[in-house]
């Protein structure tokens, strides 16, 4: 397909333990963004890639959090020692230009 | 503290009136965008303006930096139109940090 997708959909863990959320940005786009947006809640910025430049990573609530971006094209964000204000639903969004394409969102639940 | 602040909170139309959403923040901009979140949660991007004015099919975007406003219109509304939207601004240098608004439920009844 020609979107952005993302992995896995849902996702349920147990508080404590670390998640790895992927993103696979449309072929081409140079800027990848993620953002989460919680129950009830607006979305919220956590890090941005733009090319080979260092990540904007003002947007990370915590050290906890941790992204990378290999090979300019797909993204992990890793939550580690997960909390459950984490739950929410991550979304990626990439683009090349001005029009950010979102993906569908990895729904994140922590008991 | 930068902030985007959208209005109304909610709006129900009925089919074919002409709609506007409202968004103010509270400094300088480099860009804002207009977003559309429909009911499964898919987010698309209607717009992205730093001045004047955009259209595309029944929509409108439009901003005044001067008095810190934007405006979403929506020409001849239809209930497939039913959605989320909502504003987020650029502050500062990056183009990622986007400070997003709250959002607008519109629910549009034929």
């Known amino acids: 397909g020609a979107g952005v997708s993302q992995s896995p959909s849902n996702k349920v863990t147990e508080k404590g333990k670390d998640v790895e959320l992927r993103c696979d940005p449309i072929?081409?786009?140079?800027?990848l963004y993620w953002y989460r947006q919680s129950l009830g809640q607006g979305l919220e910025f956590l890090i941005y890639?733009?090319?080979?430049?260092?990540?904007?990573k003002s947007g990370l609530p915590s050290d906890r959090f941790s992204a990378e971006r290999t090979g300019g094209s797909v993204s992990t964000l890793t939550i580690q020692r997960t909390q459950q204000e984490d739950s929410a639903v991550y979304l990626c969004a990439s683009s090349f230009f001005e029009t950010q394409y979102f993906g569908p969102g990895t729904r994140l639940l922590v008991l | 503290k930068n902030e985007v602040e959208q209005s109304p909170q909610n709006l129900t139309a009925q089919e074919g009136e002409f709609i506007t959403i409202n968004c103010s923040y509270s400094?300088?901009?480099?860009?804002l965008h207009w977003l559309q979140q429909h009911p499964g949660g898919g987010i698309v991007s209607l717009f992205m303006l730093s001045s004047g004015k955009k259209k595309h099919g029944r929509l409108i975007a439009t901003i005044n930096i001067q008095e810190k406003h934007s405006s979403l219109h929506i020409t001849a509304s239809h209930p497939r139109d039913s959605a989320v939207y909502i504003c987020?601004?650029?502050?500062?240098?990056?183009?990622?940090?986007?400070?997003f608004g709250k959002g607008t439920k519109l629910s549009v009844k034929p």
């Open positions: 987020a601004a650029h502050y500062g240098g990056s183009q990622g940090n986007l400070i």
């Open positions: 890639f733009q090319g080979n430049s260092a990540p904007d």
């Open positions: 400094v300088g901009i480099s860009a």
């Open positions: 072929s081409g786009h140079t800027a």
